[in-house]
């Protein structure tokens, strides 16, 4: 039996028995990688209007917005979603990242991070509904919404924005970091300031305090 490409009619081998002369049909190589390339290129469905908004970026990339904590799992600034798996941007899982990268057969991979988010405000306080005072106190519900944005993205890119997140964390975490320690500084020179100015006081006050007179002679007789 013949084994024959059903893409482009190739023989690609044989198979008991061989005095068989009908076929088989299978896929060659080449034929199979065009048939992936072109089922990657098909058109995709459009976005849900209801759930999902298309974004586009400056280089040309799509990607589509959805609702955090709903069709995605909440983002911080630092986290990425890469091929499924969450990371926390830093230089450490670089290799960890390399290494899924590596492991994907396709040259693209869908990458999902924190967009935006959008705040409903509450109304001026002339607009604002009186409370009565008898009723009862009630939790305020979270009124922001948080958008994420997953875009597919050629492998070799995934690292380049993974490493400049981290270094944007690296960075906000160094100036907090800055920003305490001058605190702290400024904390150290007030208590030192304040404590001189108490003994200052202190010995001002003391030079201020009467002097004892001395004692009189003792009286001598005549």
């Known amino acids: 039996m013949k084994i024959v490409c059903s893409g482009c009619k190739s023989v690609l081998g044989e198979q008991r028995p061989y005095k068989d002369s009908s076929e088989i049909e299978a896929k060659c190589p080449t034929c199979l990688a065009a048939e ?3 089922a990657h290129k ?8 209801e759930k999902e908004r298309e974004v586009v970026f400056e280089n040309g990339w799509r990607g589509v917005l959805s609702i955090a904590g709903k069709e995605t799992e909440k983002l911080s600034f630092w986290d990425m979603i890469v091929a499924g798996r969450k990371f ?5 899982d670089m290799d960890e990242v390399a ?7 396709e040259d693209e991979v869908d990458v999902t991070f924190f967009h935006s988010m959008s705040i409903k405000l509450d109304p001026p306080d002339g607009r604002r509904k009186k409370k009565s005072a008898e009723a009862v106190e009630e939790k305020k519900p979270d009124d922001s919404i948080q958008y994420n944005c997953t875009v597919r993205v050629p492998k070799r890119c995934v690292l ?7 270094e944007r964390m690296r960075r906000i975490a160094e100036i907090l970091a800055n920003a305490v320690h001058k605190d702290y500084q400024e904390e150290c020179k007030n208590a030192v300031r304040t404590s001189a100015e108490s003994l200052n006081k202190v010995d001002k006050a003391g030079q201020m305090k009467p002097k004892k007179s001395p004692c009189p002679p003792p009286k001598t007789g005549h």
């Not at 098909?42 to 209007?49: D, E, G, L």
């Open 36 to 38: 992936k390339e072109a």
């Open 42 to 49: 098909a058109i995709k469905r459009p976005p849900n209007p």
């Open 88 to 92: 926390s941007c830093s230089e450490k």
């Open 99 to 105: 290494g899924i990268l590596n492991s994907l057969p």
């Open 160 to 166: 380049p924005m993974f490493h400049d997140k981290a």
